[in-house]
């Protein structure tokens, strides 16, 4: 019997890690992937480790060229019977590895935290329940599948990448949708962190998958590329690094996969002087030290209003001394290592280069293990938004403190990152969190909490922090195909002699016309000093347009992105400019129709009552594309709103120049963007023309603004530009390539046509809604409650 | 002990606490699983949250017999022979035990020549709708038959109708009745409604001199819960912040198994400076959870489960 103790101490309370140990001597240590159902024979290996430690756990084998196409070759074959397989099968599937993960939760929380480091109790309550309830919520989602979405496809074989930091929690996240809406995958875990994913291969046959539904193939970055560059994986789904995301976006340009990216964030926490302190103090604790810092949504900037800074500060620091840091295992951490040695090593040169910026650093005092890369909570006092410490992600567990004086400064700091994951509020006033949070440009916000996750709410950024969302109906969209055209369209119908002889008649009326760019609300000049002739179906000219260059698109971007009036506007006000529009297009139905005529040899009066339809359309959807409420797991809700993408580029095809025009430019502005519109480079009078018809309907200046002049040019132009948030391309696929390419400049959306042409004049229900599903992105607000 | 000055009531202090619901209960709910005391660190935990009890009777049919029979199992807490196991050689007693003042005189006697204090419940427990005259007479003869320490309630009603002004004026008065005796304040969580009310019922009491605040009387319909030890807990230490003055807590109602009682010393150790835990800043008041306690102790040195018909009966 040992001694009493007078001091009360917590002793190590260690969960053990035997039953890992012994799952692994069963493959003597080693393993290979897992293709069609079965294990492979282990090859090419490399270490996985222990970060608390440095011990070997296993070796696990590299993917090469040829494991990817086999895991490939199989999820195609599969995808056939997959497909086919009811929803009622699909969902029993789904269903039983969610029962299998929770019949296992213990032996893989530890497995976790042993090749990942964070602590078990962050494993055990957190990373393994979410995934169960990820496997649950989507097995309900593979069966009602065809209620919800009546019409929508599988995609096929999807490629998937995840990271280290939560790396059976991503899996899930990827798997579990991907399968619910009928694909099959090939899925890489992270190089320093595969174990979990090849237990969970062995539950995968244990539950009865189809061999091939799933692939899990290990690996390093290049084992990844030799998925993503495979022809027959229709989409690649990403979470990791912007860097890696570029990377990808660059790799997939022009091959016609769908890619979503759930990438870096250097996430505001703000805490304002009439918050519950002590709560918000928590709050911070469980935002940056969550994870020893390593979560993309890690809320790593403390915004605390001015007046309350010193107070919050000190206690904090109070805080931050109770803290454990130490043996994963032990289940009284609160702070595991960190997953690598290259990790802690870029976490201790930040924090250097910070403290070389003038940034002063608070370490609370605590012991820090001598073997295996542990990083003590850090905060990094007397930042500013100007230090690299402020905008570069650490991914550690760093925290700096901005103090800011007012609400809107609160949401300057915050957006002031080309990052734009999620954000933290702070404060008792609802009048004040619920307005703050549509003014933050993340994917996420969480007010009077952080960090909370669940199967049935979407979460992903803006900006550089990524596209597309993971859970939610939001998420599944992302698994199921965009509704898919005809390539062919007859619009080089001859017109009859006596449509001809019309509009000569017409031009013997006309009286010659100066046409202009659009910028700003104002009729403007190109820069260049030029015109184009714009020739008509006869090979004569007919009119002339601006040459606009690269220094017209900077003044209509600029004038797109200070515009507030338009997208602050509410729906019901939008909706009255736009049906105003068709009104004011209307009285001028004749003229529009004799310029689509004159340019295209066609008559243009359908074309021109298809836009009146069409803008009527989008001003009705204007006030009713609306948000969902999410059932949330809290006493609370989550509102996901669809929010306008922002500045969008709109880049216009030649067929029904008008019509396409109308169709792209209305959809993006009803649901409350600003647009940056190129019309047709063969056709553009009538769509230039339009701004007419803007100039006369009310709205507000920069909302809309229309350049003419060389398609590529200006598409490249766009497509490097960073204040463009969203770039639709219809034309070549050379050019849909290029856009898709250039886009990584500041990640941008984009939505091209890969050449294809869209039947405009028959645009299919899915159609016009993708379209709006294209000019939105959802941002989900975590409401909790309660008094 | 010399008894505190009171602090002025700023309205204004009291109208500013601020407490989140839900991220309140997620701290709660999260620290639990945060910590773990195993083992030999469990068994001494345990022996620290007997030295921190306020035994307690607090019942109709309470008789001299039963506070005798009450007061005996105080000065002897767990078994002699499990204390041997665990290589204790100091005899140990539960911090005091809390009666009503009827009962004070016969739980003097029954504690004479040990160090247990005797507290006494007043001021019309357990509503303290009484009229004021009758509260003060009633802690004048708890202190009069021998009571070392008084745990008095509010009247609730003053919290609910925000009377915050006369609230601080009764504790004062309590206060200065009970001299240089310790006066814990029981605010009654479980009739106030909100947490927001329990934070400002908590500063009140502080301001206005008391040396503990207690959670509840045991007769309300929820008692001692960890959101609301959190808020209170929360509000010692900004108070200590603010004034340098050490206010105690007292947990009670609803705690009878070992485990609530180490989640209780959980929350003491991660939420207040260390000099928190000792009996002049921190009681936990209950009756059956010292049988509990003693059981698990067994378990401990036995590596049996025990059951409670091997416990003395309190």
Redesign the interface.
């Known amino acids: 019997m040992k001694q009493q103790n007078k001091k009360m101490t917590y002793g190590p309370s260690p969960e053990s890690p035997d039953s890992v140990y012994s799952w692994l001597s069963k493959s003597k240590k080693k393993f290979g992937h897992f293709i069609n159902g079965e294990m492979t024979r282990p090859t090419n290996t490399f270490d996985t480790i222990n970060p608390s430690t440095g011990e070997v756990l296993a070796k696990v084998s590299k993917g090469t060229e040829n494991d990817a196409k086999l895991a490939v070759k199989s999820a195609k074959a599969a995808f056939k019977a997959w497909k086919n397989f009811t929803p009622f099968q699909r969902a029993k599937c789904i269903y039983a590895l969610a029962r299998l993960i929770q019949k296992n939760s213990r032996i893989l929380a530890v497995m976790e935290t042993l090749d990942n480091g964070k602590p078990i109790r962050e494993s055990r309550d957190i990373d393994i329940p979410l995934v169960a309830r990820h496997f649950y919520h989507h097995a309900g989602w593979a069966k009602i599948l065809p209620e919800k979405f009546p019409r929508k496809e599988p995609l096929g074989v999807v490629g998937q990448i995840i990271p280290w930091n939560f790396p059976l929690l991503m899996l899930a996240w990827k798997i579990a949708p991907a399968l619910a809406a009928g694909n099959t995958l090939v899925l890489k875990p992270a190089e320093t962190t595969p174990l979990t994913a090849l237990f969970f291969a062995e539950l995968c046959m244990e539950a009865k998958i189809p061999p091939g539904v799933i692939n899990i193939i290990t690996g390093d970055g290049k084992t990844g590329s030799f998925i993503v560059k495979h022809t027959d994986i229709a989409k690649i789904a990403f979470t990791g690094s912007t860097e890696v995301g570029r990377l990808l976006r660059k790799q997939t340009a022009g091959l016609e996969k769908k890619l979503s990216l759930e990438l870096g964030g250097k996430s505001a926490f703000i805490v304002f002087e009439d918050a519950d302190l002590d709560s918000a103090v928590e709050g911070v604790i469980d935002s940056i030290w969550f994870n020893q810092g390593e979560v993309c949504c890690a809320g790593s900037r403390l915004l605390v209003q001015e007046g309350i800074q010193k107070k919050f500060v000190a206690k904090l620091k109070r805080r931050m001394g109770k803290l454990h840091l130490g043996d994963p295992l032990d289940k009284s951490t609160d702070i595991g290592a960190i997953n690598s040695f290259s990790q802690l090593e870029k976490i201790k040169n930040l924090v250097a280069s910070g403290e070389k910026e003038g940034a002063k650093i608070y370490q609370p005092k605590m012991e820090i293990p001598t073997q295996g890369f542990f990083y003590p909570p850090t905060l990094l006092e007397q930042t500013h938004q100007s230090m690299d410490i402020c905008q570069t992600e650490i991914f550690g567990p760093v925290l700096t403190v901005i103090p800011f004086r007012t609400p809107k400064e609160a949401i300057a700091i915050a957006n002031n990152s080309r990052y734009g994951l999620s954000a933290s509020i702070w404060t008792e006033n609802i009048n004040l969190s619920l307005d703050l949070a549509p003014k933050i440009k993340v994917g996420v916000v969480w007010i009077n909490s952080t960090n909370l996750f669940d199967a049935s709410a979407g979460f992903g950024g803006y900006r550089e922090s990524g596209y597309g969302r993971e859970g939610g109906i939001e998420g599944l969209l992302e698994y199921l195909k965009d509704p898919t055209f005809s390539r062919k369209l007859n619009y080089n119908k001859k017109s009859s002699i006596k449509e001809i002889s019309l509009i000569e008649k017409d031009e013997i009326q006309t009286i010659d016309r100066t046409r202009k760019i659009f910028i700003g609300g104002k009729q403007t000049r190109s820069d260049s000093g030029y015109d184009r002739k714009v020739f008509g179906f006869k090979k004569k000219i007919i009119g002339q347009v601006p040459e606009g260059n690269r220094k017209d698109l900077r003044e209509a971007v600029e004038a797109a992105s200070l515009e507030v009036k338009w997208r602050n506007m509410t729906p019901h006000s939008r909706a009255q400019v736009l049906y105003y529009a068709a009104e004011n297009l209307e009285l001028r139905k004749k003229e529009y129709a004799s310029i689509l005529k004159k340019m295209t040899g066609i008559d243009g009066k359908q074309e021109v009552e298809s836009s009146l339809e069409t803008i009527f359309h989008y001003a009705a959807w204007a006030d009713k594309f609306e948000g969902t409420i999410h059932d949330v797991p809290i006493r609370g809700v989550s509102l996901a709103i669809n929010e306008p993408v922002g500045v969008i580029g709109i880049v216009c095809p030649d067929d029904n120049p008008l019509l396409s025009f109308v169709h792209l430019v209305f959809s993006a502005l009803c649901t409350g963007n600003s647009v940056i519109a190129i019309p047709s480079e063969k056709y553009p009078l009538s769509a230039l023309d339009m701004y007419q018809i803007f100039e006369s309907s009310d709205m507000p200046a920069g909302a809309i603004n229309i350049v003419t002049g060389d398609r590529s040019t200006l598409t490249q132009t766009l497509a490097v530009h960073m204040g463009v948030d969203s770039l639709w391309y219809f034309g070549t696929k050379e050019g849909s390539k290029t856009v898709e390419d250039l886009s990584i400049s500041n990640l941008k959306q984009t939505w091209v046509n890969y050449g294809q042409q869209y039947p405009w004049l028959e645009p299919s229900r899915e159609f016009r809604t993708l379209s709006l599903y294209k000019a939105t992105q959802v941002k989900n607000i975590w409401i909790p409650y309660g008094e | 002990m010399i008894p505190r000055e009171p602090i002025d009531l700023d309205i204004n202090l009291i109208l500013s606490q601020?407490?989140?619901?839900?991220?309140?209960?997620?701290?709660c709910d999260?620290l639990m699983?945060?910590?773990?005391?195993?083992?030999?660190?469990q068994a001494?935990?345990l022996?620290?949250a007997i030295e921190f009890m306020d035994l307690t009777t607090l019942a109709g049919d309470d008789t001299p017999g039963r506070v005798d029979r009450i007061c005996h199992k105080a000065k002897n807490p767990v078994r002699r022979d499990i204390l041997n196991?665990?290589?204790?050689q100091n005899p140990i007693s539960v911090a005091a035990v809390c009666v009503y003042p009827e009962l004070v005189r016969t739980a003097k006697s029954a504690l004479r020549e040990s160090n247990i204090e005797l507290a006494s419940v007043a001021t019309g427990f357990p509503t303290g709708l009484v009229p004021e005259r009758t509260k003060i007479s009633e802690i004048n003869a708890a202190i009069k038959n021998g009571a070392s320490e008084i745990d008095v309630v509010i009247n609730r009603n003053k919290v609910l109708t925000a009377n915050w002004r006369s609230l601080y004026n009764d504790v004062l008065t309590y206060k200065k009745a009970c001299g240089s005796l310790h006066l814990k304040v029981i605010i009654g969580a479980g009739d106030l409604g909100?947490?927001?009310n329990v934070v400002r019922a908590s500063w009140v009491s502080m301001l206005a001199g008391a040396d503990f605040i207690k959670t509840s009387t045991g007769k309300e319909p929820t008692n001692a819960t960890l959101p609301v030890s959190l808020v209170m807990l929360?509000a010692i230490?900004d108070f200590h912040d603010l004034t340098g003055i050490k206010v105690g807590f007292k947990a009670a109602g609803g705690i009878s198994k070992a485990k609530q009682a180490i989640n209780y010393?959980i929350l003491m150790?991660?939420e207040l400076e260390e000099e928190w835990?000792d009996k002049n800043l921190f009681r936990i008041g209950a009756s059956s959870l010292l049988a509990d306690i003693e059981r698990q102790l067994e378990h401990y040195?036995s590596g049996a489960y025990s059951s409670g018909n091997r416990h003395p009966i309190v």
């Open positions: 601020k407490v989140n619901l839900s991220a309140v209960e997620r701290r999260t699983k945060r910590r773990s005391v195993k083992k030999r660190h001494d935990w022996l620290k196991l665990l290589k204790i909100t947490l927001r929360r230490r010393l150790k991660e835990l040195v």
